[in-house]
């Protein structure tokens, strides 16, 4: 009985404490997030909403690289063309190739942060709060021509001009470290262009709320792909081989006639007029055939006393 009983609190214990062993601590987070706690809102949360699907970043990361010469609705042309099987999120990220690349080359980083963002969303959020603060105390986080940093109970950073979202490159040693003298700032790499031809693809217009931890979109769609053009079967596609007829309801009246008796011609039939087509032909009887023959007969050879005997009847 207390083997039994051992048994069964072994198997009841080694799950619970294989969960305790995949949680991870606020410090182990908070070097999670270094790297891309100080992305834009927008960027942020697709890329945490991406490493959740890491299987996917290789491939996408190999498509993004290839089409990089391509922008806005030419990208977003190529994407549908394509017809990708990635997660929305994983889309949403293809016009940032560098980022694509950087969570594909440290596969196991994007492992790890997956797991976290799927098991402790809200801590990984707090531990973004956190690094922020350090960066903003340590004078590396400011409002410029490219972001807007808005510092309250949280610290929120959107692009100025929502369309362009800027990718900032610093070094996590130096930004949470290391106190800033005022001469060193966040360095950017181009913006990239994710608006209207991008909306469908994951970039619709949204800010994230940090009080409750969710984005508002603008937009009640979110990840609607374009619109595809739908060829109906040839069945059922309406004919216009032939113009419907002219109906006159009201038929105009006909014209009066001149003082010196002259009458005006008839309008023309309208275009779509077809002339009517002559009664078919009828079947005549034989005494019909009899009484016609009669006739010319008589016209032919009037006065003659000498004429021809009928002739032979038809009838049966």
């Known amino acids: 009985m207390k083997r039994l009983m051992t048994l069964l609190v072994a198997m009841i214990a080694l799950p619970l404490m294989a969960n305790a062993q995949t949680r991870y601590t606020p410090s182990e987070l908070d070097t999670l997030v270094a790297t891309i706690a100080l992305y834009p809102d927008p960027l942020l949360v697709h890329v945490l909403d991406a490493s959740v699907y890491v299987d996917d970043i290789p491939r996408a990361s190999a498509f993004a690289t290839a089409h990089r010469h391509l922008s806005g609705d030419g990208l977003a042309s190529a994407i549908e063309r394509a017809d990708l099987e990635f997660d929305e999120s994983v889309i949403a990220l293809i016009p940032f190739p560098d980022v694509l690349r950087k969570m594909s080359k440290y596969a196991t980083w994007t492992k790890q942060l997956g797991e976290a963002v799927d098991m402790q969303k809200a801590d990984v959020m707090d531990a973004v709060q956190r690094m922020r603060r350090v960066a903003y105390r ?179």
């Open 138 to 316: 340590n004078g590396y986080l400011s409002s410029d021509d490219k972001i807007a940093v808005t510092v309250d109970d949280n610290v929120s950073i959107q692009p100025v001009r929502e369309e362009y979202v800027y990718v900032p490159e610093y070094d996590p040693r130096v930004v949470y470290y290391v106190v800033s003298d005022g001469n060193i700032r966040l360095r950017y790499v181009n913006g990239v262009w994710t608006g209207a031809g991008l909306v469908y693809w994951g970039w619709d217009p949204f800010y994230y709320d940090w009080v409750h931890r969710r984005p508002h979109y603008r937009h009640p769609h979110r990840y609607a792909p374009p619109p595809r053009r739908h060829v109906r079967p040839r069945n059922d596609r309406p004919r216009y081989d032939r113009p419907a007829p002219r109906r006159f309801d009201n038929p105009p009246p006909p014209p009066r006639p001149h003082s010196n008796g002259w009458r005006p011609s008839a309008p023309p039939p309208p275009s779509n007029y077809k002339r009517p087509a002559p009664p078919p032909p009828q079947a005549s009887s034989s005494n019909d055939d009899e009484d016609r023959w009669q006739s010319r007969r008589s016209e032919r050879h009037h006065g003659s006393h000498n004429a021809p005997p009928p002739p032979p009847s038809r009838r049966r």
